[in-house]
């Protein structure tokens, strides 16, 4: 039989028994007298590899499942719902009996809550697509082993001493079940491969590493090239000083760019709307980024790292613009947020999907041209944002451009301004997508920022 084919037959046979488990709980919850109620299953292994200096340093396994259950009973005073939840890693009848009386006791004893309780039947996901997010791992330790000591001896080949190579694979499943009647499954796999990297230069030490992310070991970038890129990108920094405080154009690299991204994902976040904790609270419908900027949200991206057909609370997800034209079209909020605002669910809950920002200028090197003097930040660091007033100040390294050209490194520099200023002067993103996570993005270029450094 094709390895893989029997791969895929197991797999279908672990989903079917969780299946069981999730039916039979709910079932259960419902004699118990519960007014609600969702269980969650979640099984995954994996397998990871480091290596330093030529020899193997770890190999580790893993194989967890988990089940989780939340009931909500119904206050007699009509004042909403009282929420309880228990989980437990063991799963027998023993244990599973357990975790529910657990639930049922926390949600006696919590204060009812108007907003809480299950996503209305009429939203829960009936369109079930293939999303190609799982894929059988065809490698084995000593595979992962001899892809690890292979980049490693590329990024020591050109010039770089390795602090760890490593390199991991998993796969998992979640089945999740609610009392309205909803019972489905998700499937996903990934692997990944890493190099840090170290180089010394009088007496100074710089450190930087790449990485790649994918949904199956063997289409992830090659090992020699990973070693090379990690040995690179260290000994570039070699020799870095400061710059003068001012303030300067910016070109955030498309792995730093992404951070930028983040911000604004958890600004328009419903936990952080319904708490008064957002500089974007009541913006929805207004203009935020320059008018050609679009960012869209895929649940549906084939292989994508955040690709599903519902979200925690069973909801039907789709595909839509967060940012229309400049313009704030969506927020993100689960079925509770979106009761506390007065909206509706969007279909986030456990987060935002695949999010793709559309690019409209070149790769990083016209970027470069573009700015032609200013700063190129490779690295960001610390926690200097506050999303109530959008201010941002943050740790960077990187690179002074002149004249379209790399000049030299920088390090020990901040770089500061106000998220909402940031976004509505954005100049450019570039064509180079780093789609190694469920944010996909190329370079941004500002036409200034502050920069704080020597003087």
């Not at 790292?305 to 689960?334: H, P």
């Not at 740790?395 to 901040?414: C, D, K, L, M, R």
Request: glycine content about 10%.
């Amino acid at each position: 039989m094709n390895k893989a084919l029997s791969e895929n037959q197991e797999m279908q046979k672990k989903i079917e028994q969780a299946r069981g488990i999730v039916a039979d709980v709910l079932e259960t919850v419902k004699c118990s007298g519960a007014f609600q109620a969702e269980v969650a299953y979640a099984q995954g292994s994996g397998l990871s590899v480091s290596t330093r200096r030529g020899q193997v340093d770890t190999v580790e396994h893993n194989d967890d499942r988990s089940l989780s259950v939340t009931v909500y009973l119904k206050n007699n005073s009509g004042d909403g719902l009282s929420k309880g939840s228990a989980s437990s890693a063991i799963l027998d009848p023993d244990a599973i009996a357990l975790t529910i009386d657990k639930a049922m006791a926390i949600a006696a004893l919590t204060e009812p809550d108007p907003y809480m309780g299950l996503a209305d039947k009429s939203l829960l996901a009936s369109e079930f697509r293939e999303l190609g997010t799982w894929q059988p791992q065809a490698a084995t330790a000593q595979g992962l082993i001899e892809r690890a000591l292979e980049a490693e001896a590329a990024a020591s080949a050109a010039g770089a001493t390795v602090d760890q190579s490593a390199v991991q694979l998993g796969e998992s499943f979640s089945v999740y079940g609610n009392s309205h009647g909803f019972l489905a499954h998700h499937t996903g796999s990934n692997a990944s491969a890493s190099v840090v990297a170290l180089a010394e230069q009088d007496g100074a030490m710089e450190r930087d590493y790449w990485w790649d992310a994918t949904r199956q070991v063997n289409t992830l970038l090659s090992a020699q090239e990973i070693g090379q890129k990690a040995a690179r990108r260290t000994r570039r920094r070699l020799g870095a000083r400061k710059v003068a405080s001012g303030a300067y154009p910016v070109l955030f690299e498309a792995p730093v760019a992404k951070t930028l991204v983040g911000h604004l994902l958890q600004a328009i976040s419903g936990s952080a709307l319904y708490q008064d904790a957002s500089f974007l609270k009541g913006a929805l419908g207004e203009p935020i980024f320059p008018q050609w900027l679009t960012i869209q949200e895929d649940p549906f991206l084939p292989g994508g790292f955040a690709s599903r057909n519902y979200d925690a609370d069973g909801v039907q997800t789709r595909a839509r613009s967060l940012i229309e034209r400049g313009v704030l079209a969506g927020y993100l909020l689960s079925s509770y947020a979106a009761r506390r605002l007065g909206l509706e669910t969007t279909g986030n809950a456990g987060g935002s999907h695949n999010v793709l920002v559309q690019p409209n200028a070149g790769d990083l090197s016209e970027l470069l041209q573009q700015m032609g003097t200013g700063l190129l930040v490779t690295e960001v660091m610390g926690q200097g944002i506050n999303l109530v007033t959008g201010d941002y100040s943050r740790g960077a390294s990187g690179f002074w451009v002149e004249n379209g050209q790399i000049q030299y490194p920088v390090n020990e520099i901040t770089v500061a301004g106000n998220l909402k200023d940031l976004y509505a002067s954005l100049q450019a993103v570039g064509s180079d997508v780093d789609k190694r996570s469920k944010i996909q993005t190329g370079s941004w270029l500002f036409d200034r920022m502050a920069v704080a450094g020597e003087g």
